[in-house]
Structures are given as structure tokens and as C-alpha cells.
């Protein structure tokens, strides 16, 4: 039988057949799966053997700890909870009950002899050689002590003094400008004594000359005044050097007065505030 031209599978024809071609997309998704299936089979048999070795460890650790029937500890075993050592606890603070004492106020301790043990004297309690006050200054001229506490006095001050149990009377005299004045400090046994001078003031301290300030203020008007701090009274008397009469409007002379009295006041404060220093010291052991 003749097919002509390109015989049973010439144009119009069947195609010849073709070679058959693998499915590769498929036996790759084979492959997978029998890997998958191998991995899940290694994963599951780990798992097992772990939860072998973990059943292993703990009864071992669960027999070590029982004793053995000899009554000892096995060996090798852990110790029991009772045989840890236990935290100390640390130690509470304390704190005493008792109150630290107050310290010492200077004014209480100026304000008794029994206290007010420091040595006085016109240069323990005027040591420097002015009187400051603000920017005015004054020089100091003259300073004197007695145990005869109406002998530096005149008028009826005298008799004030010893009526109320004056013990000593310091003075000095100050000036500035022309003016001078003197301070008297009369010293008490106590506070009371020494308020009782002040309210019975009666002109006047005797001025106190020395240096380059004559007498002044005996036979002439000046200014006066009367105050306390403790045990201690102090006065003033303030008047011109050259005994020139101090009127009425003069402020010159009232400043004075008021300023060497202000500095007699802090330093007789000081005084107080030196010796509470000393006793919070010793109280402390410092």
C-alpha cells in the first residue's frame, strides 16, 4: 500500500507518537513527602528518648533522697531543706528613747552666777579699741573696774546699785566726733537683782575720763539711760568733751548713747553665747 508523499503521517495526517516525557513536578512532591515522613519519624523518636532520660533523672534524684535502711544518708545525695543553711536576717536599727539635751541658751547661762563663770573684766568684756555701730565707730578712751559699786556713780544711782546686791561695776568711755560717752555695767547675782536696778534708775554712772577725754558731764546737762540684759545693768551718760550743755533737739549726743549702748548689749550677749559654745562642747565630748 503506497501513502505517497510522507507516507501514514504526512500533512493531514496522525502524528507519529511521541516519547513519553517523566512528570517531574509530581516526583518532586514524592520526594517531599517521604522526607516530611522521615523528619516527623526522627522529631517523635527524640522526643521519646528525652522524655526517657528525664524519667531516668528524676528517680534518681527522687532516690537519693531517702536513706538508705541503715539509717544513713545515701551517698551522693542532696541535702535535705533542713540541712540549707538559713538566711540571717539582717539586724533592725535601733534608736534610743531618750531625748539629746537642749543645747545651752546664752541668755540663761548670763542670767545666773552660778553659770556665768568666765572671767570679766573691762578687757574680757571691751576687748576691742572701738565701739562699731553701723558705719559709725567709736574710739575707746578709758575703761575702769570696782568692787565699791557706788563710788563710780553719783546722784542716788549709788544707793540703787548696793540696795540690789551690785557685785562689781565696770566702765568705759567711748567717743566720736567731739562726743563722749561712758558705760557703766553693774554686775549681779541674778537676773531678778539686775532688772530691779533698771526699773529703779536714778541719774546717774560718773563719766570716765582718760586719754584725750577730760571730765565730762559733771556740772551740765547730758543725755542718760538704764537697761539689763541677765544680770547685768548698764547706763550710759553721753555729753560734748568740751562740756558743752546737751539741749533737747540734740541728736548727736542721743545717738552716741544709743550706740555705745547697743554695743555693750551684743557684747555682753557674746559673753553668753562663749561659754553656751563651751558647755555643748563638753556636754558632747568635743
Not at 246 to 267: E, I
Amino acid at each position: 500500500m503506497s501513502y505517497g508523499q510522507g507516507g501514514p503521517y504526512g500533512p493531514g495526517g496522525p502524528q507519529p507518537p511521541q516519547p513519553s516525557t517523566p512528570d517531574w513536578s509530581a516526583l518532586a512532591d514524592r520526594s517531599a513527602a517521604r522526607n516530611r515522613r522521615r523528619k516527623l519519624l526522627f522529631i517523635g523518636g527524640g522526643a521519646l528518648a528525652t522524655a526517657a532520660v528525664a524519667a531516668i533523672v528524676a528517680t534518681a534524684v527522687i532516690s537519693s533522697g531517702h536513706k538508705d535502711n541503715g539509717g544513713g544518708d545515701s551517698s551522693g545525695g542532696l541535702p535535705t531543706p533542713q540541712d540549707l543553711p538559713s538566711e540571717s536576717a539582717a539586724p533592725e536599727p535601733t534608736f534610743s528613747d531618750v531625748a539629746p539635751p537642749a543645747p545651752p541658751k546664752p541668755l540663761d547661762i548670763i542670767s545666773s552666777a552660778r553659770r556665768d563663770k568666765a572671767p570679766l573684766s573691762p578687757a574680757t568684756l571691751f576687748p576691742e579699741k572701738s565701739a562699731a555701730k553701723d558705719d559709725r565707730s567709736y574710739a575707746k578712751a578709758a575703761t575702769a573696774s570696782t568692787t565699791s559699786c557706788a563710788a563710780a556713780t553719783q546722784g542716788a544711782l549709788g544707793s540703787v546699785l548696793v540696795n540690789n546686791g551690785c557685785r562689781k561695776l565696770l566702765r568705759a568711755t567711748f567717743s566720736r566726733d567731739g562726743v563722749a560717752v561712758t558705760v557703766g555695767v553693774a554686775v549681779f547675782d541674778g537676773k531678778a537683782a539686775a532688772e530691779k536696778a533698771k526699773d529703779q534708775y536714778k541719774p546717774n554712772i560718773a563719766s570716765l575720763s582718760g586719754g584725750d577725754i577730760p571730765a565730762f558731764c559733771r556740772r551740765t546737762a547730758c543725755q542718760s539711760s538704764a537697761n539689763a540684759i541677765g544680770r547685768y545693768a548698764y547706763f550710759t551718760i553721753s555729753g560734748y568733751a568740751s562740756g558743752k550743755a546737751v539741749t533737747a533737739s540734740d541728736t548727736a549726743a542721743l545717738q552716741a548713747g544709743r550706740d555705745v549702748a547697743d554695743y555693750t548689749f551684743r557684747r555682753i550677749l557674746a559673753r553668753g553665747s562663749t561659754q553656751a559654745s563651751a558647755e555643748a562642747a563638753a556636754t558632747n565630748g568635743g
